[in-house]
């Protein structure tokens, strides 16, 4: 059954090219009023009543609400639902949103199903009593500025009669106040979801350019999306070698699972994403383009590729729950806005980053020209003396004591060796092993922190650990080295890396403690940098904690995951 139409249905009260005009709404319902039976008129009051009530608010979900309720109200009716068709898409039959009166819950989720087709007339008439009968249903469409909005729906009268002509004149009338009332919450609406999107938009462009690591900025991006778009996960997921999109980046509730998921190459959305193609998906748990493990968590989705100057560095997934409202066109226009916005800041702080380590590599080559030069010729030459000295010494006791200086002297020699090496290291060069890796974030760490933290290894840390954990691990101990050398003003920083341990539940894991001796943390500070380390740790199925440092003082930071 369509919407009812009918000649004499008032027109839209609007200005050309102005606002929505209250009074010209007023004037053509009094029109629409004239001629009307007693019994009508009679009903005035009721209906000025029902116009002031759904002209209140400016929310437009709210609103929306209040339209239906007032609606059945003025009607008599146990029922009613409003239908908002997305202008945006092509046929027409899209769904931007879907509200209820009188329905329980699951029915609202069954309706909800076939609002934007003509099953949900069928579904709405099965409510009436008796079922179906052809009096006990109203359709009127819901206009704004001129263009269909949305259907009003109304079944199930009162006392099991019929709606009236009295009825139709009325909830007409209402609708042409509904309209008025939904466009100017829409223009609210919409302009607080452009300032909303735009701040966003302004508080990650400050965030990235403000010196945070590679880990952060991603972080950053991933938890502003989750908050603008109200969805259940920010993801990032950048390129993998495989050809793939690996997750590498979650702001939710529930992040377990999600870190280092991995979208493959064949399927049908890479190539679209690489290729800078937003992908919008209805319902992630049965389309089936979305073939990881975790896509059933979700329905509504939007994946945006992070595009900049013709570059995809990567790509913003903002998946909702199960059963929520999809994304309308207003929201992935300005989701895909924020993504070309949050690429671009990406390049700009990658940039930033770049300068700043040709800057650190620099002062390396430096710090080690002057080791060599300076320090191993004295140490050397210092030995040569006490070698002298021992074998003119006469007492055996200091010939020993002065052997032992000079063995002292040879071990930092070859240390003072290794560091240099470790400095004068380009960052291609790092063989791929656990313990490489955390003695290279260790000797990068050096140069800020002005002295070599120690670095402790027990078990086969390179043969134990995989290689999605030691991914992690290296960025929990390039986070913890980073706190240490920012915040807590240490003289003294040890570093040991278990692969022994085991978690509380039995399960074989590797430990990460990093301690250091310095300020340890106030009271009222920043705690981001230890979320992080959590949230990382718990992706795995592991946990992050942290206490006091060495000798009671400074910060022991314990991160530990499965192996």
């Excluded at 139409?5 to 053509?28: H, K, V």
């Excluded at 829409?186 to 607080?192: M, S």
């Excluded at 999109?245 to 999600?258: C, H, N, R, T, W």
């Excluded at 930092?412 to 004068?424: G, K, N, P, Y």
């Amino acid at each position: 059954m369509p919407p009812t139409e009918e000649p004499s249905a008032p027109r839209d009260a609007t200005l050309p090219g102005g606002p929505l005009d209250p009074l010209a709404a007023a004037t053509e319902a009094t029109r629409s009023l004239q001629g009307m039976s007693t019994e009508l008129t009679a009903r005035i009051p009721q209906l000025l009543e029902a116009m002031r009530s759904v002209g209140t608010g400016l929310e437009l979900h709210s609103t929306l609400d209040r339209i239906a309720g007032t609606a059945a109200e003025l009607a008599d009716a146990r029922y009613a639902a409003i239908a908002v068709t997305e202008a945006a898409d092509p046929a027409g039959e899209g769904l931007a949103d879907f509200v209820t009166y009188g329905f329980a819950e699951e029915e609202h989720r069954r309706l909800g199903a076939h609002a934007g087709s003509s099953e949900l007339l069928g579904a709405l008439l099965s409510r009436s009593a008796p079922a179906g009968a052809p009096g006990d249903f109203l359709a009127v469409p819901i206009r704004v500025e001129g263009e269909i909005f949305g259907n009003l729906y109304l079944t199930g009268k009162r006392g099991g009669g019929e709606f009236g002509v009295a009825d139709l004149h009325m909830v007409k009338i209402l609708a042409t106040e509904a309209g008025i009332a939904i466009g100017n919450a829409r223009v609210y609406e919409q302009g607080r979801q452009r300032m909303r999107w735009i701040d966003g938009s302004v508080a990650v462009t400050t965030a990235l350019l403000s010196g945070s690591d590679a880990e952060d900025a991603l972080s950053v991006v991933a938890e502003q999306a989750r908050r603008l778009a109200d969805s259940a996960a920010g993801i990032v997921l950048l390129p993998d070698a495989e050809g793939g999109l690996e997750m590498v980046a979650v702001s939710a509730d529930d992040p377990a699972g999600l870190l280092g998921t991995v979208i493959p190459p064949h399927s049908p959305v890479v190539d679209r994403l690489l290729a800078g193609e937003p992908v919008f998906v209805e319902d992630s748990a049965t389309d089936p383009r979305m073939i990881t493990d975790v896509a059933p968590r979700f329905g509504p989705s939007m994946l945006l590729p992070l595009r900049s100057g013709g570059r995809v560095l990567g790509t913003l997934a903002i998946p909702r729950d199960r059963g929520a409202r999809p994304y309308t066109a207003a929201e992935r226009t300005l989701a895909g806005q924020f993504a070309a916005q949050a690429a671009l800041a990406l390049v700009l702080a990658e940039a930033q980053r770049d300068r700043e380590r040709l800057a650190v590599y620099e002062d390396r080559d430096r710090i080690a020209r002057d080791l060599h030069d300076l320090v191993i010729q004295r140490l050397f030459a210092t030995g040569l003396l006490l070698e002298s000295a021992q074998r003119k010494a006469v007492v055996p006791d200091v010939r020993t004591r002065v052997g032992q200086a000079v063995d002292e002297l040879d071990v930092t020699i070859q240390e003072i060796r290794t560091a240099i090496f470790a400095l004068q290291q380009g960052p291609a060069e790092a063989p791929a092993g656990l313990r490489t890796r955390v003695l290279r974030e260790i000797g990068t760490a050096a140069v800020p922190l002005g002295f070599q933290p120690s670095a402790a290894f027990v078990g086969a840390v390179d043969a134990k650990v995989g290689e999605r954990t030691g991914k992690n691990l290296v960025a929990a101990l390039r986070e913890a080295l980073s706190n240490a050398f920012r915040h807590a003003r240490a003289s003294r920083i040890e570093v040991v890396v278990d692969a022994t341990a085991r978690l509380p539940d039995g399960r074989e894991a590797v430990r990460l403690t990093v301690a250091d001796d310095g300020v340890g943390i106030p009271e009222g500070g920043r705690r981001s940098g230890l979320r992080n380390l959590a949230k990382r740790a718990e992706s795995l199925g592991g946990s992050s904690a942290y206490g006091p440092g060495l000798d009671g003082r400074g910060t022991r930071v314990v991160w530990e995951a499965p192996l």
